[in-house]
């Protein structure tokens, strides 16, 4: 039996606020004790600190890109990042969306 079904399309972008760089959008799917499930936009010119958490983060590439240590990953790329693992910097030339989940 199926939880909950979203269809994101359906959603507006939203500011992502001040944790993330100005003119970053969001589209949250998922918010709930066990986790977060997130579209992100990054817009042209995206920059930002490498960072850790305390859960498992999941990163899929939709559209566009994004650069960390010199390194680019486009589109249909995953990454996985465990919990307490410093990620990032983050820059993005082009911009990019990404799914993002944490559990």
Do not use: C
Request: hydrophobic share 35%.
């Amino acid at each position: 039996m199926l939880d909950e079904i979203v269809n994101f399309n359906e959603m507006e972008w939203q500011s992502a606020g001040d944790a993330y760089p100005k003119h970053t959008q969001i589209k949250v799917l998922r918010d709930d004790k066990d986790g977060r499930t997130i579209l992100l936009k990054l817009p042209k010119g995206f920059k930002l600190s490498g960072h850790t958490h305390i859960k498992v983060e999941q990163h899929f590439i939709l559209k566009g890109q994004y650069e960390i240590d010199g390194r680019v990953y486009g589109e249909g790329t995953y990454q996985l990042i465990h919990p307490g693992t410093t990620h990032g910097p983050f820059t993005s030339k082009t911009g990019a969306e990404i799914l993002v989940v944490w559990y």
